[in-house]
């Protein structure tokens, strides 16, 4: 079937910086990616719509100034969690659909741990 | 309240045993409905998908939808501890088909051996 990488797996990193998270689809096209959030015994919660060529669209509650994405090509989009505070710690999940109605495609995840 | 409410369990089971999780829904524009499992620490993959009441089985799986009564069902035949995971559902409506997901809070399965 096919397959969504993420990279990096696992990221530390000091309040206030900021990480980039990539998403890419190794073997199919994906205009469409989405972003999730996953904390600790919770499911996931949609955090955006990551659509290449144009604006990703964010869910409610979400800061899109905080939480950056940029859809540049077909087979990639990425996450930046800017100024990251611990509150910002979670398994962050991407997506992409397949062809049929019954596809979606998930990435291994990242988890990201802000000291 | 929530639109895909699911029991999160914990729920642990001897091998070999049938397991049976349920998620219940408000929303009567969904017409798609999925079950993922999801080990720890790793992104959720598909097991089994429907979009019409009645039964669909796969090997040692069998999904069930209740449109009437907004119930959905996963069974787990002969249970092996290589079933230990997380086990979420998720739906769509027609006009949000394959995209955007609303998923279940999952439940938490542990087969013993």
């Known amino acids: 079937g096919a397959v969504v990488s993420q990279h990096p797996s696992r990221v530390i990193c000091k309040s206030g910086t900021s990480v980039k998270i990539e998403c890419r689809s190794l073997?199919?096209?994906?205009?469409?990616m989405f972003w999730y959030r996953q904390f600790p015994k919770q499911s996931l919660m949609l955090m955006a719509t990551?659509?290449?060529?144009?604006?990703?669209?964010?869910e409610q509650g979400v800061e899109k100034d905080k939480f950056l994405i940029n859809h540049a090509s077909l087979t990639l989009s990425t996450l930046t969690v800017t100024s990251a505070h611990p509150e910002d710690s979670s398994f962050y999940i991407c997506?992409?659909?397949?062809?049929?109605?019954?596809?979606?495609?998930f990435g291994p995840g990242t988890r990201l741990t802000v000291l | 309240q929530k639109e895909v409410e699911q029991d999160p369990g914990p729920l642990s089971v001897p091998e070999g045993a049938i397991v049976s999780l349920n998620c219940t829904y408000s929303?009567?524009?969904?017409?798609?409905f999925m079950w993922y499992r999801q080990y720890s620490r790793k992104g959720p993959e598909l097991l089994m998908y429907?979009?019409?009441?009645g039964n669909k089985e796969d090997g040692r799986f069998t999904a069930q939808v209740d449109k009437s009564s907004k119930y959905i069902s996963l069974f787990i035949r002969d249970s092996q501890p290589s079933d230990s995971a997380t086990y979420l559902c998720?739906?769509?409506?027609?006009?949000?088909?394959?995209?955007?997901?609303?998923f279940g809070e999952g439940t938490q399965l542990t087969v013993n051996p």
């Open positions: 998720a739906m769509s409506t027609v006009e949000t088909s394959g995209s955007r997901l609303t």
């Open positions: 073997d199919f096209q994906a205009t469409t």
């Open positions: 990551s659509n290449e060529g144009s604006k990703a669209t964010y």
């Open positions: 929303n009567s524009a969904f017409q798609y």
């Open positions: 997506s992409a659909p397949g062809l049929g109605v019954d596809t979606q495609y």
């Open positions: 429907t979009y019409s009441s």
